[in-house]
């Protein structure tokens, strides 16, 4: 499995880059307009981050959330290395990159011909990137408790009633349309987490850490916007962390290491 992996990983990095998610075909400003003019064109109003061009070059971004007092060359971020990033880069090491600045100036070749900002983290290529680390941490915290818990019984005894008793009635309607599955085949992400827990005794900080993972996939899952502000993006960027780590933590508890 942990093959696999590795393999459907470097998939994605092959195939999900930056360009990808990318808005190319800039709308920008020139250093000698005046700020608040620029900040307030209707037909930048979408934007809360503009390049700023000398002549044909870019040479800094003009941020709505920053100082916006005279020329825009005075209330400009200049730029520098740190708003810059490839179109090739890989979105797995790319989106991490986005809880220090929430926008990224896109290289192709050596020329800025794009930006990457906030509200693009929502676009299809992140949420399939995020959606397969969250269903590989589900496929190897179900083969743990496989290992585990041989028995459904195994299984239900892990969990309080409420979650008990749905299970049963969801095994109870598939054994009347003649289909013998494991209970385990039928529980959702956060009843694993619980038997994760009482089978490998982890404490509340593991829960609500699973407990984040498990929100990481009802947002990619169900469509939700989860880069609407700083904070939701940061938040993505920690759950999508978290699953990592717990990508890797799961085997070492199946090896009884301490973790």
Request: with cysteine; glycine share 6%.
């Amino acid at each position: 499995m942990e093959r696999l992996f590795r393999t459907t990983m470097s998939g994605l990095e092959t195939g999900l880059r930056v360009a990808q998610i990318a808005t190319f075909n800039l709308d920008s400003c020139t250093e000698d307009q005046d700020a608040s003019v620029v900040l307030g064109s209707p037909a930048l109003s979408d934007f809360d981050q503009i390049p700023v061009r000398h002549k044909s070059r870019v040479i800094g971004v003009l941020e709505r959330n920053g100082t916006a007092k005279g020329s825009v060359r005075e209330s400009m971020r200049p730029l520098d290395d740190s708003l810059l990033v490839s179109s090739d880069e890989p979105l797995t090491r790319f989106v991490p990159l986005l809880k220090k600045h929430p926008y990224r100036l896109v290289l192709v070749g050596t020329e800025i011909k794009g930006i990457v900002t906030r509200s693009d983290i929502a676009k299809a290529p992140v949420r399939l990137l995020a959606f397969t680390l969250v269903s590989h941490l589900e496929m190897i915290m179900t083969d743990l408790i496989r290992k585990r818990c041989p028995d459904d019984q195994d299984v239900l005894r892990s969990l309080d009633e409420q979650r008990r008793k749905k299970l049963e009635s969801r095994l109870k309607r598939k054994r009347g349309q003649n289909l013998v599955l494991a209970v385990i085949e039928l529980a959702d992400l956060s009843d694993k987490r619980y038997v994760l827990s009482e089978i490998c005794g982890l404490g509340q900080k593991a829960l609500h850490e699973l407990k984040e993972i498990e929100e990481l996939r009802n947002a990619v899952a169900h469509a939700r916007d989860y880069a609407k502000t700083d904070d939701d993006l940061s938040a993505f960027i920690e759950r999508m962390s978290l699953t990592r780590n717990w990508i890797k933590r799961v085997p070492e508890l199946g090896a009884g290491k301490r973790t």
